[in-house]
């Protein structure tokens, strides 16, 4: 079993639908990051998160530590939000340990 | 990527050659991870240096891969007699100055012909 889960794996939405990705985890930990890989393959971190909730713009994330679950939101899904969306937690040695990202496609 | 170079960007190789894949890292940062993506995959983590120490290489294949990050200079990790398998998108990432942020490079995708 992953250490990191996530889903859905694929999703696809219209255009301006509320959008959630839901991560798993099963290791104790200090933080959580979500990130986005651009269909280019570039890689961006959008969050960390070691409690609560942080927002950037239309990106909402949240965490519960003693469920060990963490989300994703967006709000108003744009064309230009189709990525993958990755969770990941950190490990001892300051790596990331990967969930299998999550493939957005909203469409227009 | 505030600065995380990796070269080439795109790498052929024949079955048999050896692949060099370099990462500099943010100006005045001296470490660096290197993870995998191995087609339809997700990321794994490979390993992760200091200049001129390897301080964790448990996800490094043991045969054919190695990884140096000298004094001066890029980061490196060698595969020696590339295989198929070895296809994939290999990244090198730091952290930045609060540890809050891993800055990604923009990726080598080696193909294995």
């Known amino acids: 079993k992953n250490e990191v889960e996530q889903s859905p794996q694929n999703l696809t939405a219209q255009e301006g639908e509320f959008i959630t990705i839901n991560c798993s985890y099963s290791?104790?930990?200090?933080?959580l990051h979500w990130l986005q890989q651009h269909p280019g393959g570039g890689i961006v971190s959008l969050f960390m998160?070691?409690?609560g909730k942080k927002k950037h713009g239309r990106l909402i994330a949240t965490i519960n530590i003693q469920e060990k679950h963490s989300s994703l939101h967006i709000t108003a899904s744009h064309p230009r939000d189709s990525a993958v969306y990755i969770c990941?937690?950190?490990?001892?040695?300051?790596?990331?340990?990967f969930g299998k990202g999550t493939k957005l496609s909203v469409k227009p | 990527n505030a600065g995380v170079m990796q070269n080439p960007r795109h790498l052929v190789r024949r079955r048999g050659q050896e692949a060099r894949l370099r990462c500099s890292p943010m100006?005045?940062?001296?470490?660096v991870y290197w993870y995998r993506q191995l087609p339809e995959e997700g990321l794994k983590f490979m390993v992760y240096?200091?200049?001129?120490?390897?301080?964790?290489e448990s996800g490094m294949p043991k045969e054919r891969f190695s990884a140096e990050f000298p004094k001066e200079g890029p980061s490196i990790l060698r595969i020696q007699q590339v295989v198929r398998g070895d296809s994939a998108a290999y990244f090198c990432?730091?952290?930045?100055?609060?540890?809050?942020?891993?800055?990604f490079g923009p990726g080598t995708r080696l193909l294995v012909l």
């Open positions: 990941a937690v950190r490990g001892s040695q300051g790596n990331l340990i």
């Open positions: 290791v104790g930990i200090s933080a």
């Open positions: 998160l070691s409690s």
């Open positions: 100006k005045g940062h001296s470490h």
């Open positions: 240096l200091q200049k001129e120490n390897i301080i964790d």
């Open positions: 990432a730091t952290w930045g100055e609060a540890q809050e942020t891993q800055y």
